[in-house]
């Protein structure tokens, strides 16, 4: 039990700028712990691509601390945290560069120095989980945007990480991309991926994060369930974010105790509330 509840990451007091003196995070204190779905939310440049790339160290702290299973990710190199956490761009496209999709699914692994052997069974378990297993041979270049993105999941899954950070994975997709592609996403945590996901849409958000993380010129201004962090639209707001179109018809309703995320809540709610009225 002491094991589970040790964070895999603890951010202690980070800075971090592009430029001396303008900072983008401001003391950011975070843990993120085994098998949790974080959401990281927050108005554009509110600093959340650049807290999520401090997970794997594609970016070091300009001053506080990173930790990675206790490690200081200032002496480790992104290929020693790749089977801890790995990272999946927003435009597969800045990910993908091999000219086979077994190539590109392989190039993780083989970078970490692993048999062949060990390798094609990493390619083999990873396709199969996104279920693209038949396109290995084919060239990644002129599939669809959320088959691309698969595949740059699947390099991902090859690596056989613990955390998979996702920054906007389902931008750019129609409905039914999205669909598949939280899916997958939700199929991945429950395997026991710890998922930190930037997302723009709250829809996405209450219906499969676990925990929202606000974030606000570089600073973190909520940390707490969704239905919590929504029933605060007044500090949302200062983020640049709106609570999705159900949780706000619940607040204007007085739907608050929890605040419902789905249909079913609210209808259980409201009726509840009808109840109520018609035994005064």
């Known amino acids: 039990m002491q094991e589970q509840q040790r964070p895999l990451i603890q951010f202690e007091r980070v ?28 108005g554009n440049g509110s600093g ?50 091999q000219s086979t999709v077994e190539a590109e699914v ?31 041979k084919e060239e990644p270049y002129f599939m669809g945007k959320g088959t691309r993105q698969k595949i740059a999941v699947a390099s991902v ?21 999205v669909r598949e592609m939280m899916a997958l996403i939700a199929a991945l945590h429950r395997a026991g991926h710890t998922i930190v996901a930037i997302t723009h849409d709250m829809r996405l958000v209450a219906e499969y994060a676990e ?34 179109a159900l949780s706000r018809f619940a607040l204007e309703a007085g739907l608050t105790e929890p605040l419902p995320l789905t249909f079913d809540s609210l209808y259980v709610q409201m009726a509840k509330k009808l109840q109520e009225r018609g035994g005064r």
């Open 15 to 42: 800075e971090y700028g592009y430029e001396k003196g303008k900072p983008v995070l401001r003391g950011i204190d975070l843990s993120i712990r085994q098998g949790e779905f974080i959401a990281l939310i927050g």
């Open 48 to 97: 959340k691509t650049t807290l999520a790339k401090h997970c794997n160290g594609l970016y070091k702290p300009t001053s506080g601390t990173v930790r990675v299973e206790g490690k200081d990710t200032v002496t480790m190199s992104v290929a020693e945290m790749a089977g801890v956490v790995s990272y999946c761009y927003q435009n597969p496209d800045h990910q993908i560069f």
């Open 106 to 136: 392989a190039f993780g692994p083989r970078n970490m120095g692993l048999s062949e052997t060990e390798i094609q069974g990493r390619v083999e378990e990873a396709l199969a989980a996104i279920g693209l297993i038949q396109l290995r």
């Open 157 to 177: 899954l090859a690596m056989k990480p613990r955390v998979i950070v996702l920054d906007e994975p389902t931008t750019g997709l129609d409905h039914h991309g």
């Open 211 to 244: 925990r929202v993380v606000v974030m606000r010129q570089g600073e973190i201004i909520c940390d707490d369930v969704p239905a919590r962090v929504f029933a605060q639209p007044e500090r949302l707001a200062e983020a640049q974010v709106e609570p999705p």
